[in-house]
T-cell receptor, first 114, second 111 residues
Framework: DAGVIQSPRHEVTEMGQEVTLRCKPI?????LFWYRQTMMRGLELLIY????????DSGMPEDRFSAKMPNASFSTLKIQPSEPRDSAVYFC????????????FGPGTRLLVL | GQSLEQPSEVTAVEGAIVQINCTYQ??????LSWYQQHDGGAPTFLSY????GLEETGRFSSFLSRSDSYGYLLLQELQMKDSASYFC????????????FGGGTRVLVKP
């Protein structure tokens, strides 16, 4: 399997622009997670889906952030409008279940908002 | 809510043994996991403890004491490639089954 795939790997944009991050989970995994990692706040869970349904979005920082999972093989995280404080590495992860906590992380998208 | 405490940094030489402690506070503890992350890379799963005791995977072992809300990751026969950040994480059923990560321990292995 190719593992979790994320695109783009790097994104540089200007404040106020819309940013869309994409993720393809491992086939057969029922859970998909979006994380954000910064030096100041560490690794934070933003939202997670089970069978394409959002289960917990309490980590989404504000209304500028939205996430969708239209089917089992694709998810997006959108920031509109983007702000410099959104600069971070965004990871997507997938898991076959919540049992042994083995989450498989994608390579991440490094976002810089100028 | 949940909170996890782990040391911020540990330095050791090749061949040595390093123990990274993790203490946690949760409402509905389910299990303790450990992840490794190299600079510029993604977190990768190392081990999981759902019950008290020691789990061994090669040079790495993980221990859990539920009564003490405490666990550790033991890195043996350290190699240069073990230089990375190590995160403990807990899933708290009382907090919606989210996986909460500690702040990470940066391990620097010197020759």
């Amino acid at each position: 399997d190719a593992g979790v795939i994320q695109s783009p790997r790097h994104e540089v944009t200007e404040m106020g622009q819309e940013v869309t991050l994409r993720c393809k989970p491992i086939s057969g995994h029922d859970y998909l997670f979006w994380y954000r990692q910064t030096m100041m706040r560490g690794l934070e869970l933003l939202i997670y889906f089970n069978n394409n349904v959002p289960i917990d979005d309490s980590g989404m920082p504000e209304d500028r952030f939205s996430a969708k999972m239209p089917n089992a093989s694709f998810s997006t995280l959108k920031i509109q409008p983007s702000e410099p404080r959104d600069s971070a590495v965004y990871f997507c992860a997938s898991s076959p279940g919540l049992g042994r906590e083995t989450q498989y992380f994608g390579p991440g998208t490094r976002l810089l908002v100028l | 809510g949940q909170s996890l405490e782990q040391p911020s940094e540990v330095t050791a030489v090749e061949g040595a043994i390093v123990q990274i402690n993790c203490t946690y506070q949760t409402s509905g503890f389910y299990g303790l996991s450990w992840y490794q992350q190299h600079d510029g890379g993604a977190p990768t799963f190392l081990s999981y403890n759902g019950l008290d005791g020691l789990e061994e995977t090669g040079r790495f072992s993980s221990f859990l004491s539920r009564s003490d809300s405490y666990g550790y990751l033991l890195l043996q026969e350290l190699q240069m490639k073990d230089s990375a950040s190590y995160f403990c994480a807990v899933r708290d059923e009382a907090a919606g089954n989210k996986l909460t990560f500690g702040g990470g321990t940066r391990v620097l292995v010197k020759p």
